[in-house]
């Protein structure tokens, strides 16, 4: 069974960085996706940025440019470098792993990022 847990999350100032990362298990790289997703009370979970099992990647515009996500296979886990962090950009944050081309998800847990202006 997939297993991920998040962590990195924490409160920081407007313009500074984060990095979160994604401790995964209990999958095969190779015909796994993964990917950040994040939601903000009151709203709807977003995607954020997600990662191929090719290695293409994908974001949302509102984060293109400013976060980065990446994989370290050799460690199973999964990270999101989040740069020029804006207070729009709080949320609680989710690592998410499926199988390319599946619906369904795996979830973790959450970590909250809290952007202060």
């Known amino acids: 069974q997939v297993q991920l847990v998040e962590s990195g999350g924490g409160s920081v100032q407007a313009g500074g960085s984060l990095r979160l990362s994604c401790a995964a298990s209990?999958?095969?790289?190779?015909?796994?996706?993964m990917g950040w997703f994040r939601q903000a009370p009151g709203k709807e979970r977003e995607g954020v940025a997600t990662i191929d099992s090719d290695g293409s990647t994908s974001y949302a515009a509102s984060v293109k440019g400013r976060f980065t996500i990446s994989q370290d296979n050799a460690k199973n886990t999964l990270y999101l470098q989040m740069n020029s962090l804006k207070p729009e950009d709080t949320a609680m944050y989710y690592c998410?792993?499926?199988?390319?081309?599946?619906?369904?998800?795996?979830w973790g847990q959450g970590t909250q990022v809290t952007v202060s202006s």
């Open positions: 998410a792993a499926w199988f390319c081309g599946s619906a369904f998800k795996y």
């Open positions: 209990g999958y095969t790289h190779s015909r796994y996706c």
